[in-house]
């Protein structure tokens, strides 16, 4: 099955994640497993360069400071979704330095384009202090990043945080839940008071990619109708 999904391309670009209904450890080995899988596929079927989609979330916490990619990541997991994306990077790690050229882009919490998901943040912001601040990245800057890291030559064996250049105070978001719920988005399932992420350092995409988002800031999406 992935050798014929990869039969005739130039480039994977790797989204896919399994982690609903498995605990941690469950879907750290599920998504390394078949992520090991496709990258060899790839590799034998001659793909020169691939992209890992990763998240923010595996990072361990770092106290106030921006996030950089070398930094401590998490150690066995609980939530599911972080230990998916931990698994398929370790399964990428064999393949550095190799014929397939892996890049991996940690993206920080994205919203966009009606995308339901933002209802997350927004409940998330109900319950925090004014000044805490949420990570986000808009759709059509993950994409333009996707394009960067496919083209770029500096890429290869790289990593890169991808987010907006101004996070989001919980002052700012909690405005927001009206104008979106209204739209029958609904009204976000974000635990109480629960973290959803960290602030990143974007020196690296900008550096390497010449990653600039479209919309730095949420506000920016907001006045430019693509919330």
């Known amino acids: 099955v992935c050798r014929s999904a990869v039969e005739g391309v130039d480039a994977v670009v790797h989204i896919a994640s399994a982690f609903v209904g498995l605990d941690g450890p469950g879907a750290e080995e ?3 497993t078949a992520t090991a899988a496709l990258a060899r596929a790839a590799l034998d079927a001659g793909v020169r360069r691939f992209v890992q989609m990763s998240s923010y979330l595996v990072y361990a916490p770092a106290g106030d400071r921006p996030v950089r990619e070398d930094d401590p ?3 066995s997991p609980e939530s599911s979704f972080p ?3 931990l698994g398929a990077e370790a399964a990428l790690r064999q393949f550095t330095g190799g014929e397939l050229e892996v890049c991996v882009l940690r993206v920080a919490f994205t919203y966009g384009e009606g995308d339901p998901h933002l209802a997350d943040a927004l409940s998330w912001a109900a319950h925090r202090p004014d ?3 949420l990570h986000l990245v808009h759709h059509a800057d993950v994409r333009a990043g996707i394009f960067a890291a496919l083209r ?3 890429a ?4 890169y945080n991808l987010a907006d250049d101004e996070p989001a105070p919980a002052a700012l978001l909690r405005p927001l839940a009206e104008e979106f719920t209204a739209r029958g988005a609904g009204a976000g399932d974000a635990e109480e008071g629960g973290p959803l992420g960290c602030v990143v350092d974007t020196t690296a995409a900008r550096r390497d990619l010449g990653f600039r988002p479209v919309y730095p800031s949420i506000e920016d999406a907001r006045r430019a109708g693509r919330m």
């Open 152 to 154: 770029s030559p500096a």
């Open 156 to 159: 290869a064996g790289h990593t």
């Open 131 to 133: 000044d805490e601040r």
């Open 73 to 75: 990541l998490l150690e």
């Open 83 to 85: 230990a998916a994306k």
């Open 30 to 32: 599920v998504n390394r």
